[in-house]
């Protein structure tokens, strides 16, 4: 990394690092969730009208799940690539700063939650998505 004042290394993770590239593939996860196991879990469970009345509020639902292996591999890349990055940036040094250090710490704690929410909710999207399917069906 270089610094933007002075031109010179620092050992700072880098904000991209640590919480841009958790927190969308977050985002991308909730999409997976939206366009496939959301209505794939409505209509097994019998919810038939919900999903009817969730289609009627937003059309573009049914657009986005015709490219469900899109959505979940761009998705699965994203997830894949922000748990690299914050594995290699586990023992990256923080600040001497202890205000600055305490933050960094934290930083890092939920930038492992971040991450663990979107896996989770990235399988649970992909077992509704391309599992149930064959399952309950």
Request: positive net charge.
């Amino acid at each position: 990394m270089r610094s933007a004042a002075c031109g010179m290394a620092t050992n700072e993770p880098s904000l991209w690092r640590q919480t841009v590239l958790p927190s969308l593939s977050l985002f991308t996860s909730v999409g997976t969730l939206i366009c496939c196991a959301l209505p794939a879990l409505l209509v097994t469970l019998g919810m038939g009208a919900a999903l009817a009345g969730l289609v009627g509020a937003a059309p573009w639902i049914t657009a986005f799940s015709e490219y469900k292996v899109t959505v979940f591999t761009i998705s699965g890349v994203l997830i894949a690539l922000a748990a690299l990055m914050t594995w290699r940036t586990r023992y990256a040094p923080c600040p001497a700063d202890p205000v600055k250090a305490k933050a960094c710490g934290r930083l890092r704690k939920v930038s492992w939650v971040i991450l663990g929410i979107a896996g989770i909710t990235y399988l649970v999207g992909f077992f509704f998505a391309f599992i149930a399917v064959h399952i309950f069906f």
